[in-house]
């Protein structure tokens, strides 16, 4: 385990989160690269004997230092915006093991996709077929793509996460597909590479995966028939984790699951994981400033709120909240929700827990490392919190706290 009490005190890894706390300050985001790597080589383990690639996907952290970690594993890396394939670039990812998804691609981030050599572009409309193959020609180039297929399964999750359903802005329509690669398979500056889908994100159960990587698998088949041979499938991302007491299948489920759908086919399976990776793998740490009973009721106020952790605000998303002294001796014990200091009402953190704060103790927030800092704002002008690599016994500041001259920098005042 990554986050565990020793001596009554917790810890990433060997490193007490008191000294985190007391070199970096709080609030902080603090990540176990142990536990970055264990999820990883349990895709990798799962997957080991045919041909696949695990495309980390950089949305949910995006931390130079972790995608560091990845690179360093040997992983690919799934981007959606030109910023996020900077970032790859810059912590030595494999751009040959690049797949660039996302609806709105601009002109711009096309074409540093091609520059930069990925491995796929998956396009997710007709339009963006048409864009990208006029780029392309205009480059000397054959841009590698797949179509994201809309398979209309349902993930059954959070509905604001939920992108494989027919309403969905996500994907080309299910029916659309074998046309659109009729046509694609015609362009002068495109070549088909692959196929993708992605239904949806944090999946307890993998059986929506499942009857999505067969509907793939279907489709795959009619576009053989079609003469239109295909060298990767992309089945995306979307494995849950545990945030509470959630029955969660596990990575091999989702892996078999596929693995079986797909039976003997050649193709190159390429797996888009993200929360899977690094969600339990960091918290957020956060000291308490107040604590204030009330009449109907109790109040944690923390120096880290929505702008730093947003998920419990947007969601209403569980996570939990532990003492980093497991016992306060001066804490006083009650049900509270854990507020930070942001006008709003949505600025919570958790709500009804079981503590004993105490002003100045520390908590931490559990199961912050995925969607954490890559969601956080400046709202109410509030520098974001620092990031924190942990492995063994050693701390890596990954990125320090920001300053307020530093969020004013960018603004002017008119002078007229
Ligand atoms: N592939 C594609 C095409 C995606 O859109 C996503 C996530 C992933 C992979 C990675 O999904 P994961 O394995 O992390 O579930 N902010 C939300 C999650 C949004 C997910 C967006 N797409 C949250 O905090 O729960």
Redesign the pocket.
Known sequence: MAFTYRGGVLCAEEVSLEDVARQFGTPCYVYSRAAIERAYREYADELAGRPSLVCY?V??NSNLAVLSVMAQLGAGF?I?SGGELARVIAAGGDLAKVVF??IGKSEIEIRDALQAGVLSI?LESEQELARVNGIAIGMGKRAPVAF?VNPDVDAKT?P??S?GLKQSK?GIAYADAERLYREAARLPGIRLTGI?C?I????NDSAPFVAATQRIVALLVRLEQAGIALAHIDL?????IRYKDEAQAPIAAFVHGALDALGQRKEKVLL??????V?NAGILLTRVEYVKPGEAKNFVVVDAAMNDL??PA??D?WHEIRQVRETESDGLAGVYDVVGPICESADFLARERKLAPRPGGLLAIMSAG???M??SSNYNTRPRPAEVLVSGGEMHLARRRETTQELLALETIPQW
């Open positions: 996907s949305k949910a799934d959606v998804s996302g998956n994201r959070h604001y996460i992108t996500f993708g992605h949806g994100s944090l999946m995306g991302g979307g494995m849950g888009d994981p993200g929360r899977s990776i969600g947003l998920r947007l969601y998303a995925a969607y954490g890559a969601m």
